[in-house]
């Protein structure tokens, strides 16, 4: 049964590990930053937070609360250059070579009938995206790697470029394969843990083996010392983590992805499980925005989180603000602003008045609901003060959410048998409107919904995810008041 969940109120953790600097100590003009910030506000809604760092050191950092620097967030696509670290330090060790066949690993998994083209895929194709399929092989049953063997390779191997989270997942299973060990444990010892990054998780495939392609989730200072492990070619703390030549094969532009004249950050080149960027830059980069990118020219690295529908839009910020300020002996002028701004970033709360009189009347009323697919049985609001209880019931099981009408209040919430961290905070849109925005904290993700009473009605419509790869919008719920 999901009982009921504790809430905190909105608040700032800390991060530490990297130094910190003021910008102009490090050659960052602080109306630079400033602009950026501007910008993403007003193209793209926010971010979840941002961490940006030249010569070494943080020069600047927010979070948008209810986001905080201590919680772990989803990295989707960002995970592959992770996985590919994996195979860089596997290949270090002598375990394999990209030239190997990807066949050799699995001799128990592969089809009745190899074909030329599945028997010519490398290690290498894998880490380029140029496998040779013509669609991406999803997998289709417990055994990813074997559904993976058995789908059409349409091209020779090395010659066409298609993003593939299939093939990820299949470096992760060469790794865990050669090491006896998942890719999670394979790394902290010889990634995690010389960087200082704690806390990290991956989800596996049904079969057990970590996906690779996505599901990692670490903290944004995190993916920040990740980035800059990257533009220091591998050393940290004056030991050669990664090695130089891996960084340097990895970063480069292994394969074309398109015309690079086009001002466009998806065809500039790939790498091993890297995007070239535009301005000489490279990143790795998962959906919805999550970014690791390198500066190389500007000896700097941006971290980001977020929960955007336009990715672009956000690199071209970077690209439009950030690059210019960077450069040694800019002023300082304007640190205690930009200082004062950077603490002040929140998303943005659903607009409308923090009270109705309408709530009173429906304080702590069960509304029995019509039949849904989602089996959602009654709802129940309880206001009290600027403070309101959602419960939600599905046969014996209920959720408590705890969310504010003027401050974002942060919670937990199980769901599919894990605990995640919850915010939520509603307003009133008109006397009869309640829209509720419940953001989990640990991903990209967000639920809108709108509660609107008609005398012993309730319509729980606009109901919507902020960002989704498929439908982004549910059924509407209907229900009528309980009687007691």
Not at 122 to 143: N, Q, Y
Not at 221 to 246: H, M, V
Not at 340 to 369: C, F, H, M, N, W
Request: net charge neutral; charged share 20%.
């Amino acid at each position: 049964m999901l009982g009921p969940v504790m809430a905190i109120t909105e608040g700032r953790g800390t991060a530490k590990g990297l130094p910190r600097s003021a910008p102009g100590a490090v050659g960052v003009g602080p109306e630079a930053v400033a602009a950026f910030i501007d910008e993403v506000n007003k193209t793209v809604g926010g971010l979840h937070s941002m961490m940006l760092l030249r010569h070494g050191k943080v020069a600047a950092e927010a979070w948008w609360a209810p986001y905080e620097p201590t919680t772990p967030h989803m990295l989707y696509s960002l995970s592959k250059s992770f996985t590919s670290t994996a195979v860089g330090l596997a290949v270090a060790e002598g375990r394999l070579s990209v030239e190997d066949k990807v066949v050799s690993f699995f001799p128990d998994k592969l089809p009745a009938k190899v074909s030329e083209n599945l028997a010519a895929m490398r290690v290498k194709d894998l880490l380029t995206m140029s496998t040779g399929h013509e669609k991406e092989p999803w997998p289709s049953s417990f055994d990813w790697v074997k559904d993976f063997l058995a789908a059409k390779v349409d091209h020779k191997p090395g010659t066409h470029f298609l993003y593939n989270t299939a093939a990820t997942h299949i470096l992760s299973a060469i790794v865990q394969k050669v090491t006896g060990q998942r890719l999670t444990d394979y790394l902290t010892p010889r990634l995690y843990q010389p960087l200082g990054i704690e806390g990290a998780v991956w989800d596996r495939s049904p079969a057990g083996i970590d996906i690779g392609g996505y599901g990692l989730k670490v903290k944004t200072e995190d993916i920040a010392k990740f980035g800059q492990l990257y533009l220091q070619k591998g050393q940290w703390n004056g030991r050669q983590i990664i090695p130089a030549s891996w960084v340097e094969d990895a970063t480069k532009a292994q394969v074309s992805n398109g015309d690079p004249s086009q001002a466009n950050d998806w065809s500039q080149g790939y790498g091993y499980q890297f995007w070239r960027a535009q301005h000489g830059n490279y990143r790795g980069d998962g959906a919805f925005g999550q970014y690791c990118v390198v500066m190389p020219a500007h000896d700097a690295v941006l971290a980001i989180t977020s929960g955007v529908g336009d990715m672009g839009a956000v690199l071209k910020a970077a690209w439009t603000h950030l690059l210019p300020g960077m450069k040694d002996g800019v002023s300082s002028a304007g640190e205690a602003a930009l200082k004062e701004k950077l603490a002040s970033q929140i998303v943005p709360p659903p607009p409308g008045a923090a009270t109705s009189p309408v709530a009173a009347q429906v304080s702590g009323k069960d509304y029995r609901l019509e039949d849904n697919k989602e089996g959602i049985a009654s709802v129940k609001l309880t206001f009290q003060g600027d403070r309101f209880t959602l419960e939600t019931a599905r046969g014996s099981d209920t959720t408590r959410l705890t969310g504010g009408t003027k401050a974002w209040v942060r919670g937990e919430i199980r769901e599919n048998k894990e605990t995640r961290p919850i915010a939520v905070r509603g307003a009133w849109a008109n006397e009869r409107e309640l829209q509720v925005i419940m953001a989990y904290l640990d991903s990209p993700h967000a639920r809108l919904e709108t509660y609107k009473f008609d005398g012993d009605k309730l319509t729980v419509d606009e109901r919507k995810m902020n960002v989704s790869f498929g439908p982004s919008e549910r059924p509407v719920l209907r229900g009528t008041r309980a009687q007691r």
